[in-house]
């Protein structure tokens, strides 16, 4: 080892809290990398191994009537490889008396599994006869359902009893969704069944069936051809047949896991960089102190013939030393977290592959980004050690020590007329104002790094709060099979703890605008509805008049659209929706912000126009209901015995479905606000510390004057605390706009996040700094009420 | 015995400094020769330029004008890098306050500069012996008293084996007794290993062990005199 080597090591070692707390940063940012990366790559690894094993189709085409003569042109269609054909039905069950769902019904082989989106058993096995049916996870789980348990399905009201030959997963159902547009589908309300094909047909009787085709392609791994191949099998199907469509990326479920997906991703580069970049600053500011502090040395060096570039080496080793410990730290916090990262994951959407595979690339990766971070960190510092000039450095001329009058007693008049202390502290601040900007901004960098994770989880609460508090006001959401009729909506009033209720519709409708399309819900409230709030983009009230027409935030960037633009709505129900077919266009009014789903609203008098003046009758099929909290499950109870209702769904249970949801992402977000917590005060140490010590040889000054340690640590706290304070502001503001960064990923027309941080949060993270920022500083104190005054002014090194 | 070839020479030079919105002229108008193995003492008053006729020749700081030849280098026209193997090859510089390493031991402070140069002949652990600190190699600055720490400081320089020795106020920091013992060291070594020494200082007792004084006020030289018979520093006090 060289001489200069071991002064590395030996300075390491005399810095060793600081150096360990920058470790340790490097460390969790590179952990935290490498876990969340891998778990990335693995949930993807996983769900692609999943449609490989369970044969997840290509392309899904929904017709009524398939003929062969429309079988054979679909097979016929270039790059078309395997085709199957199924029922699938949505249909109404129940497991107990007092509580109806929607029972999407999937005719699958009675003895075999199908060639497409084969099913993964749980419990029991494949043997179906024309009693027995199989049960989608979320559904049996939901109603802890199990092997020899039993579910009554009907498609007429006559309810036949199955009994539960198996529970599965499906690549198709693996997130719970009914459609796109009901993104939050209550495994209360929607369950998915598997019934032998023939006895599907026999129990739908006259139902409209839909056939579903699904396909496989030689084109699968080129997203684009395979959605041109959809189109072009789209205008196969005569148009008063067609249905539906959508390809691999657009299903449901694997378009929600993939945006998923998508977000996790993208947080897991967000944090590590902010945190890496944080990590990089912090070195930054050690090194550009130590070699300020080193400066004589430096020029000694630089006496005696040492070059520029060795100079620079020596600091950069610094870096790379780091580097090279902080990241292997991080490469075992990374192989220790990311495999139970993934296996949550995928266990708690029931994925039915986990792999958990150790990519060699994404370790290399975030090793090298640690060198990164710490080289370019310790680059500006050591090319300024390399430049320091050693007759400046030795003559020990600073190009600050001019003698001119500090600012803040020029600008600030009443400074000289404050206590001794006080004036110190301040005049400190001023006097070296490098030192003063590096600890604002390790204050304002510390609460970067808590506010960008905490304000994730206020925004999703903000989320859930604006969703359920001030936009869908209702408690419950009762939707009928048929019309309602009059009786039916006096015996809802007359029910007990009903406080209040309104009538509207909620229906699927196409969307056609600009050649494009877009499948999504239509809902007709009255006319200043109270169980609903429609805000715009600014949060301001939008008033809903017979001549609003809003559409969900989300699609105006989606389709690209504008207040004033035309659409056409086709309302074609299927299944257990009302039978309607009627199209009609209609102007934009506004958009509304709502955090989930983009819908289209208009009032309920106007749709029932549109409906009158095509001939067509009266529709209504939703009463939302304000009830009293001690008698709503009551309701729901009485509600769900009834024949007529289709489903009774709770807010409550929404919400809760949403918090379940976000599990994973709280339990991430909590980990990165423990990280950023414990590199905040790695920071904020670190600050606290170089600031201190840095002027040891001038408060061993004071004390041999006389001053105390009790006046030297209040001449300090009142410094830190007032450049802390300072830094408060602009650390809210770095932090929200961190957090807007965090979230940009998890924006689509189906969710929309809105960075709100509630003002407890601006609070408690400004109060939390402050004492961070106060604890800091301790140890450095001790320091330096603990020198050896004879000793440090004896030191006549450099 | 000095020899006759000057090892150093100045022709002409202006160092001028900018101090805030001050023009300060460091050195004016300087010009001196000094030959090799010559025990030189600069004289002058704080602010006379002392240090900064040592940085120039030193190689440390460039001439504003005027022309500095040392050891056959034009030193005014280096580069950058060349400057730094300059420094290498040529000077030892000794400074007022030491400035050893503190996180590197005695032998480490020395053996740092040693690495540098590679020269076969002067060692490291031979330095600290010719500077009596043998049984002291193992120490750190700071559990040394100052004198030890400027004759560690001084074995540092020496360890380069370079012609010419820069002592920036080398007694400056230390007791008289010291002071005296740290001088008698380096007329020894100038002798001993044939370097040309120039010393920088205020006190003007130490003029008369130098075999040439040169003093310097308000950056010229108002004095250069020669000393054909220079006295032990034993003899010296102030």
């Not at chain 1, 960089?273 to 550009?288: E, K, P």
């Not at chain 2, 008369?208 to 003093?215: H, L, N």
Request: some cysteine.
């Amino acid at each position: 080892m060289s001489i200069l080597q071991k002064k590395v090591v030996r300075e390491l070692l005399t810095h060793k809290a600081q150096v360990l707390a920058v470790i340790v940063m490097i460390a969790l940012g590179v952990g935290m990398y490498i876990a969340s990366y891998d778990s990335y790559l693995n949930l993807r690894a996983s769900y692609d191994q999943t449609h490989v094993t369970y044969n997840f189709a290509d392309v899904w085409l929904q017709v009524r009537n398939v003929d062969q003569d429309l079988l054979q042109k679909v097979k016929d269609e270039p790059d078309v490889e395997t085709v199957e054909t199924r029922l699938v039905l949505d249909l109404y069950g129940k497991v107990t008396d007092t509580s109806t769902f929607v029972a999407r019904i999937v005719g699958v082989p009675e003895n075999s599994q199908p060639n497409f989106n084969k099913l993964f058993f749980t419990q029991g096995e494949y043997n179906l006869d024309a009693d027995s049916v199989l049960v989608e996870n979320h559904f049996a789980n939901y109603y802890d359902l199990h092997v020899g348990d039993s579910v009554r399905l009907t498609a007429d009201g006559n309810y036949k009893t199955y009994k539960i030959a198996g529970t599965v997963i499906s690549p198709e159902y693996i997130w719970n969704v009914r459609n796109k547009q009901e993104v939050l589908s209550s495994p209360e309300n929607f369950g998915v069944f598997y019934l032998a094909q023939d006895e599907l047909q026999r129990l739908a009787g006259a139902a409209n069936l839909v056939d579903e085709i699904m396909l496989s392609t030689s084109l699968a791994d080129h997203k684009d051809q395979v959605e041109a191949l959809r189109q072009r099998l789209v205008s196969l199907i005569p148009t008063e047949n067609y249905v539906d469509s959508y390809t691999k990326a657009t299903q449901p479920a694997n378009e929600l896991l993939s945006l998923d997906l998508d977000g996790f991703s993208e947080l897991a580069f967000f944090f590590p960089m902010l945190f890496l970049t944080i990590t990089g600053f912090t070195i930054s500011i050690m090194m550009t102190r130590m070699i300020s502090q080193q400066s004589r040395q430096i020029g000694v060096l630089k006496a005696n013939g040492f070059s520029k570039g060795s100079i620079m080496r020596h600091y950069l080793t610094y870096g790379i030393f780091i580097a090279i410990v902080g990241s292997a730290g991080g490469v075992v916090l990374g192989l220790l977290l990311a495999n139970t990262i993934t296996t949550l994951y995928t266990g708690m959407l029931s994925i039915p592959v986990t792999i958990t595979n150790i990519h060699p690339s994404t370790y290399v990766v975030g090793v090298l980004l640690a060198i990164f971070a710490c080289l370019f960190s310790t680059f500006l510092p050591a090319r300024s050690a390399a430049n320091i000039n050693p007759a400046d450095s030795l003559r020990n001329a600073s190009k600050s020590s001019r003698g001119s009058r500090l600012a803040i007693d020029r600008f600030v008049p009443f400074v000289k007329h404050l206590p001794s202390t006080l004036k110190i502290a301040i005049r400190n601040i001023d006097r070296n104002k490098k030192r003063s900007f590096f600890t604002i901004l390790g204050v304002m960098f510390s609460m970067v790094l808590v506010l960008a994770s905490w304000g994730m989880i206020d925004a999703v609460q903000n989320f859930t709060d604006r969703m359920f508090n001030d936009i869908y006001k209702e408690d419950l959401t009762v939707t009928f099979k048929q019309n309602i009729t009059e009786a039916e909506v006096s015996d809802l009033k007359a029910l007990e703890g009903v406080n209040s209720l309104e009538r509207g519709l909620i229906m699927p409708v196409n969307l056609e605008v600009k050649d494009q399309a877009y499948s999504t819900i239509l809902i007709a409230l009255p006319q200043d509805t109270y169980m609903h709030g429609f805000f715009d983009a600014n949060n301001n009230v939008l008033p809903f008049t017979n001549d609003s027409l809003y559409l969900g935030q989300g699609l105006k960037t989606e389709l690209g659209l504008s207040v004033g633009d035309t659409l056409k709505m086709s309302l074609a129900s299927e299944g257990i929706d009302l039978p309607v077919a009627v199209s009609f266009d209609s102007k934009i009014s506004n958009f509304v912000n709502e955090p989930i789903g983009s819908m289209v609203y208009v009032t309920y008098d106007r749709f029932q126009n549109i409906l009158k003046e095509n001939n067509l009758p009266e529709l209504e099929n939703t009463i939302y209901l304000k009830v009293d909290k001690d008698k709503r499950a009551d309701i729901r109870a009485r509600l769900g015995s009834w024949d007529d209702v289709l489903q009774v769904q709770d807010s409550k249970v929404l919400q809760d479905l949403i918090n379940s949801y976000m599990t994973f992402f709280f339990a991430f977000v909590g980990v990165m606000v423990g990280f950023g917590a414990i590199m905040a005060f790695g920071l904020l140490f670190n600050t606290m510390t170089v600031s201190i010590l840095e002027r040891s040889r001038e408060f061993a000054t004071l004390r041999t004057l006389g001053f105390s340690n009790g006046v030297i640590n209040m001449i300090l706290t009142i410094e830190n605390m007032l450049l802390t304070i300072v830094a408060i502001p602009f650390g809210l503001w770095l932090g929200h706009l961190a957090t807007v960064g965090a979230f940009t990923a998890y924006n689509s027309d189906l969710f929309q996040f809105e960075v709100v941080i509630f003002p407890r949060t601006y609070i408690i993270v400004s109060v939390v700094i402050i004492v961070t920022a106060f604890v800091s500083q301790l140890p450095a104190m001790r320091s330096i009420a603990r020198i050896d005054l004879a000793r440090m002014i004896k030191d006549r090194t450099s | 015995m000095a020899s006759d070839s000057p090892i150093i020479s100045l022709k002409n030079v202006s160092k001028e400094y900018q101090v805030g919105d001050f023009e300060v002229t460091a050195l004016d108008d300087v010009s001196l020769e000094v030959t090799s193995g010559e025990f030189i003492i600069i004289l002058g008053p704080s602010g006379s330029g002392k240090t900064t006729l040592l940085n120039v020749i030193g190689g440390l700081d460039s001439p504003t004008d005027g022309t500095v030849v040392v050891n056959g280098n034009e030193i005014q026209n280096l580069k950058d890098k060349e400057l730094t193997e300059f420094r290498r090859h040529n000077i030892g510089f000794i400074f007022q306050f030491f400035n050893l390493l503190p996180t590197l031991s005695a032998e480490e402070n020395i053996a740092l500069v040693d690495e540098l140069t590679s020269d076969e002949e002067l060692k490291p652990q031979d330095m600290i012996d010719a500077v009596g600190l043998l049984e002291r190699k193992d120490h750190f600055p700071s559990q040394l008293s100052g004198g030890e720490q400027q004759r560690i400081a001084i074995a540092r320089a020496l360890v380069k084996n370079t012609p010419i020795m820069l002592c920036d106020e080398p007694t400056g920091e230390l007791d008289f007794e010291t002071g005296i013992k740290i001088l008698k060291l380096l007329r020894r070594l100038n002798k001993e290993y044939k370097k040309t020494f120039l010393i920088v200082t205020h006190n003007a007792a130490l003029a008369p062990i130098a075999d040439r004084v040169i003093k310097l006020r308000s950056g010229k030289i108002t004095d250069d005199e020669r000393n054909e018979n220079p006295i032990d520093p034993e003899n010296v006090s102030w």
